[in-house]
């Protein structure tokens, strides 16, 4: 099934113009979306199911309930995937694009290298005359709404500008175009909140913030810790963390709110360059470079430390495709070669550092530090950490195609090299986490400085490198006048991935219990193989796979004869490759990272009790031995390659010479996806467990304690996820007739699968709830949007002779778009350790079968009295991804009129509003069972924005 977009100057829906979004890197995706069969995982660029995205235009989705990695991207003919994490490159702005498509399901086998759908682009040619456009779109906070979460308008400024030009070097031989298109933003959303301590807690006195005036529920904070109806002695406050309160805003906020905002700069500059060049009547050639720069400034104001969440990020992405083509009568031969190269450079914002604080901790990255207290407030995260993540990528595919009488035979291969080189500073400045569990709240833990999380470790240095290799042959077969049958199969060899620098960990139970310890770091645990060990494979994470088959096999059948009615079914199976951000955990381990992460620690000095002392800084060699509780990672020896089984049957109808109507069924379902298993818990033991123990009750130092306390947390990936994907997609066209064209298409889709944490941001420390329980986490998809409606429409003014009338009402047009979803599926969480085992996220116990509201208003949107939580040494039984959010609703609109200047001249103006009628979209709402917001939603969609754009095309 394929749907097809045309970009010309910002058309959307066929060839006629519906509205002219938002020109910026992230458009073209949006356009996805109105195809139908497409879900995003989440409006912005942190999505909840799947870890991060990396590049700045980046928005992860689903097609037709693939993986969320699982779309292809091409443009120009050439591969356009980040192969850091498999999603998108900077997109072209929509005035530089002749043509964009999106297929989402039973492609041929020419497609491949992703099991999900493909999106295909192609950047405009000159031509023998010189043509091209100027265009400003301008948006500014006076114009736009407030945001209903906000407490002021947003002072937004951002200026969108460019321009295309194409025309010929030597007529009808030689052509060139090019573009350039700029964005700047400046904004400073007040949306953001947070909680501080208040004077009423700074003198002991938690009575208010722990009552229902603050909280959805109420709380008793731990006696053992010296509360005495919910009040302590504040001499019992931990300095260090009074030394931050300092440094903290203050609240007259009885329950401790305090709402900021966060810097919004950014400054995108893409650029477009191409030459077609016509060899001879038989051989034409064409050479295109984009390059795509942002420069995003941090986000802190300068005084307040909540604010700062991004550092200085530095965005440089080149791409290069070289094609040629050769055309005799029976035979086309299309050679593509595409380089890609990413620069992404992330640096650190000074503020202060554990020493400023009196907390012994090693400090690589001066006046620099992360710490998160549940229920209270942040400081830093990983985009405040400084790091390079450059990647490289080269590509050399030949497509063959021999007409035969009534069979079109296609064949051809594809090379694909990928390489990510990065220096991640992640972990290694330290990291606190007060979680609520010791006290039954964050800031109290924080103010008497006892944290239920520290980690640490050296900065972690990734050189991976994966090769791609896939050949393919294809019949189109018109096997009768109104049958078309086309079957293929390509070939897929996996070639898992490899490190330039031999950093691979392999963890293995058994020789654990025989004692069989590394010849290549003898110093490490036993257990623990490396590159040059016995039954390793060399520097790649696993064995190679070679007999891959990817059959495809599809029909068209005009059951009438008459062109009026179309039926087409496809069947495919397709592989996917995994990104080299997967292992990313092998940097993070002995001797390489050496990341230690510590359970209940002194905020004043975390090592207090760690064997030895402070470890860090650590200088790993091969015969230095390995620090104690340290965190693996292990990946199988023998992976099996990632497949999706698609099928599709459509119905498409003709009605009368205007409209045409479908009905589409989507199904698939994918085996060997990547799953995460925590094979090293804590065990729970009776009366002997404490959340300070866990490394004493691990399952390995319970059955080696010699051996074992070397061993932390152990993440281990696995190839034995599946999901399963049906929906059916009902659509209805008009072509344009009496200046309205009509477009509308309903999705009704349903997606289940286990736990794809790991798939897309690596091992992000998140895998079964119940270590070894894969089914128990089997549910909903994170990109299931059970209902979904896209209407878009098109109305141009008529003709008029009167001149009056002409100039008054000739010429308008107004475009609209509307898209109706339900809402994303959320997992509630405890936000404690309540099975004493180290396992993160654990569910609460569910205990009535309606979780929501009565009201389900914004105040209380899920019943707190529907979740209690778990006793001591068990897992909850509320299920992963159970909870709906609230839906959306978004209409969009647009005014325009163009003035011809001149023959081939004219001037466009136009007037545009997203979300128009300023309908409030909900947030989502806090799933954090002990956090005092927990079921509240505190945030909310964009509202109404509008822009205004002025182009001059000649």
């Known amino acids: 099934m394929v749907e097809t977009r045309r970009t010309g100057i910002g058309q959307v829906m066929d060839s006629q113009r519906v509205l ?88 041929s086998a020419q497609n491949g290298h992703h099991s999900g759908g493909q999106v295909n682009l192609v950047t405009k040619s000159g031509t023998n005359q010189f043509h091209g456009d100027l265009f400003e779109f301008v948006r500014n906070g006076v114009l736009n709404a407030r945001n209903a979460s906000a407490l002021s308008r947003d002072e937004l400024k951002r200026n969108q500008f460019g321009g295309v030009i194409g025309g010929p070097v030597v007529r009808n031989k030689t052509f060139f175009f090019g573009g350039y298109q700029g964005t700047t933003q400046r904004s400073a959303p007040t949306t953001s909140r947070g909680f501080v301590p208040t004077a009423q807690m700074l003198a002991g006195d938690f ?247 520290f980690s640490q470790g050296n900065p972690r240095v990734n050189y991976n490198r994966s090769n791609y290799t896939a050949a393919y042959i294809q019949d189109s077969w018109r096997a009768a006048r109104s049958l078309m049958i086309n079957a293929g199969v390509r070939w897929e060899p996996y070639f898992p991935i490899y490190s330039k620098r031999r950093q691979v960990t392999h963890f293995d139970r058994e020789l654990f219990a025989q004692g069989v310890r590394s010849r290549v770091y003898t110093k490490a645990p036993v257990g623990l193989l490396f590159p040059g060990d016995p039954g390793m494979p060399g520097r790649s994470v696993g064995y190679s796979p070679w007999l891959d088959f990817a059959p495809r096999v599809g029909l068209a059948w005009d059951p009438t004869g008459r062109g009026v009615m179309t039926v087409r079914a496809a069947y495919g199976l397709f592989y996917d490759q995994p990104h080299l951000w997967l292992p990313w955990g092998f940097s993070q381990s002995p001797p390489f990272g050496s990341t230690v992460n510590l359970t209940t620690t002194s905020f004043a000095d975390p090592w207090q009790n760690y064997p030895g002392g402070n470890p860090f800084p650590f200088t790993p060699t091969a015969e230095t031995p390995f620090p104690l509780q340290s965190q693996f990672l292990t990946y199988p020896l023998h992976p099996k390659h990632v497949y999706s089984n698609q099928w599709n049957l459509s119905v498409q109808r003709a009605i009368g010479t205007e409209w045409m109507v479908s009905a589409n069924y989507v199904g698939n379902n994918i085996i060997h996806m990547t799953t995460s298993d925590l094979l090293n818990p804590g065990v729970y033991i009776p009366g002997n467990s404490t959340l300070g123990n866990i490394p004493q009750r691990r399952a390995l130092y319970l059955q080696n304690p ?146 929501y509201d009565r009201q389900k208003n914004n105040d209380v949107w899920i019943n707190p009295a529907a979740y209690t939580q778990p006793a001591t040494g068990t897992y909850g039984n509320a299920g992963r991804l159970s909870i709906l959010g609230p839906g959306s609703i978004r209409i969009d609109m647009g005014l325009s009129r163009t003035f011809q200047v001149r023959e081939n001249q004219s001037v466009q103006l136009r007037v545009e509003a997203f979300n128009a009628p300023n309908h409030l979209n909900p947030g989502n709402p806090n799933v954090t069972f002990n956090n005092q917001n927990f079921g509240r939603i505190l945030s909310a969609g964009d509202p109404r924005l509008m822009q205004v754009g002025l182009k001059y095309t000649f």
């Open 20 to 107: 002219e979004l938002p020109l910026n890197g992230r458009q073209v995706t949006e356009l996805i979306f109105l195809a139908g069969m497409t879900n995003p995982q989440t409006s912005s660029n942190q999505n909840l199911e799947t870890g991060g995205a990396r590049n700045y235009p980046t928005v992860v989705f689903s097609i037709g309930g693939g993986l969320p990695t699982g779309t292809n991207y091409v443009l120009d003919g050439g591969t356009h995937n980040d192969p850091f994490n498999n999603l998108n490159l900077p997109l072209p702005f929509p005035d530089a694009l002749a043509e964009f498509k999106v297929e989402s399901s039973g492609l």
């Open 706 to 851: 010699q051996e074992g306390q070397y061993y932390g947390k152990i993440d281990g990936l696995k190839d034995d996820g599946t999901s399963t994907y049906h929906a059916l997609l009902l659509s209805v066209q008009r072509r344009r007739s009496k200046g309205v064209t009509v477009q509308a298409n309903y999705t009704f889709a349903h997606c289940i699968a286990d736990y794809l944490d790991s798939f897309v941001g690596g091992p992000a420390g998140r895998s079964y709830m119940l270590p070894g329980n894969r089914r128990l986490d089997r549910a909903n998809c994170g990109s299931d949007r059970r209902h979904s409606f896209n209407a878009s429409t098109v109305w141009a003014t008529p003709r008029v002779s009167n001149r009056v009338l002409k100039i008054v009402a000739g010429g308008w047009q107004l475009s609209g778009i509307v898209r109706l979803t339900t809402g994303t599926w959320l997992t509630p969480v405890t936000g404690l350790d309540n099975a004493l085992t180290g396992q993160q996220d654990q569910r609460p116990n569910q205990v009535r079968a309606n979780v």
């Open 207 to 453: 009575t208010a913030v722990t009552s229902m005036a603050c909280r959805t529920t109420p709380v008793t904070l731990a006696a053992s810790q010296g509360f005495v109806n919910n009040r302590i002695d504040p001499s019992l406050f931990a300095p260090q963390s009074l030394a931050l309160v300092k440094r903290l805003p203050a609240t007259t906020d009885p329950c401790g709110e305090v709402r900021f905002g966060s810097r919004n700069i950014s400054d995108e500059h893409l650029f477009l360059g191409r030459v077609d060049h016509q060899l001879s009547d038989k051989q034409s050639l064409f050479a295109r470079y984009w390059y795509a720069r942002n420069d995003q400034p941090t986000d802190y104001d300068g005084k307040n430390p909540m604010s700062l969440s991004n550092g200085l990020q530095v965005n440089r992405v080149h791409s290069m495709v070289l094609g040629h083509t050769y055309l005799l009568s029976s035979l086309t031969s299309s050679f593509r070669a595409t380089l890609n190269r990413t620069k992404i450079e992330k640096h650190n914002v000074e503020t202060f550092d554990w020493s400023d604080l009196g907390v012994n901790v090693y400090v690589p990255i001066p006046k620099l530090m992360l710490i998160s207290v549940a229920g209270g407030f942040s400081i830093g995260g990983t985009p405040t950490l400084p790091g390079k993540y450059n990647t490289t990528s080269f590509q050399f595919a030949e497509d063959i195609g021999i007409v035969r009488g009534v069979h079109q035979i296609g064949f051809g291969a594809e090379f694909v090299n990928q390489q990510f080189n990065s220096i991640s500073n992640m972990g290694a400045t330290g990291t606190f986490t007060f979680g609520g569990q010791i006290t039954g709240m964050g800031l109290a833990d924080f103010l008497l400085g006892k944290s239920t999380a």
